[in-house]
């Protein structure tokens, strides 16, 4: 199963509302979750069945789909949400696949 | 507090071989599937292989399928991955990652170990 996530990068301002968009090569159900990875950082869960938020994730975020076509959404972006997130399906492996990334800039 | 600290890695020559270390702490270790997680320099994550809790099962991606192996040692809280025939692909940083079951979400990642194949 591949995953593409669009837009590859993203240039936004603190304040903004940011959309990423991870679409499934097949249906995998509400398989998917969302990590952050900061430069130097492991990668950081932080959303799983498409729209289950990890403990202690700030509300802000949010994810939804299901099917073929997921979302990730940050309604009020924070200096601290400036990272690269990837989407990752868990419906079959091998392989367990993660989307190519997309990476948020300051603007 | 839950901790995975890699260790192992190292420069070798294409063709070498390696193996890596994962020490668990402040979690059952044996109640997790363990997986192992690439990232080249730069690039994107790439998901290397996983084993079952009670290690009876294991799966790996079909770029090192037949040259890395996977392991476990629930006595000593201890994953670990031999790596076989390396090329200079597989040049990249190496996680550890924890999930309650094989096909769950990576609940928490090590800091990695770096693997780099050269001449």
């Known amino acids: 199963i591949q995953l593409t996530q669009s837009p590859s990068s993203l240039s936004a301002s603190v304040g903004d509302r940011v959309t990423i968009t991870c679409r499934a090569s097949q249906v995998i159900s509400s398989y998917l979750a969302w990590y952050q990875q900061k430069p130097g950082q492991a990668p950081k869960l932080l959303i799983y069945a498409a729209s289950t938020f990890q403990s202690g994730v700030p509300s802000r975020f949010s994810g939804s789909g299901s099917g073929t076509n997921f979302t990730l959404t940050i309604s009020s972006l924070q200096p601290e949400d400036f990272a690269t997130y990837y989407c990752?399906?868990?419906?079959?492996?091998?392989?367990?696949?993660f989307g190519q990334g997309t990476r948020l800039e300051i603007k | 507090e839950v901790q995975v600290v890699e260790s192992g890695g190292v420069v070798v020559q294409p063709g070498g071989s390696l193996r890596l270390s994962c020490a668990a702490s402040g979690f059952t270790f044996d109640e997790y599937s363990m997986h192992w997680v690439r990232q080249p320099p730069g690039k994107g994550l790439e998901w290397v292989s996983l084993?079952?809790?009670?290690?009876?099962?294991?799966s790996y991606s079909d770029s090192v399928k037949g040259r890395f192996t996977i392991s476990r040692d629930n006595d000593k809280n201890s994953l670990f991955l031999q790596m076989n025939g390396l090329r200079i692909e597989d040049t990249a940083l190496y996680y550890c990652a924890k999930s309650t079951g094989n096909l769950e979400p990576f609940d928490f990642w090590g800091q990695g170990t770096l693997v780099t194949v050269s001449t």
């Open positions: 990752q399906q868990l419906n079959t492996y091998p392989p367990i696949t």
């Open positions: 084993i079952s809790w009670h290690g009876e099962e294991t």
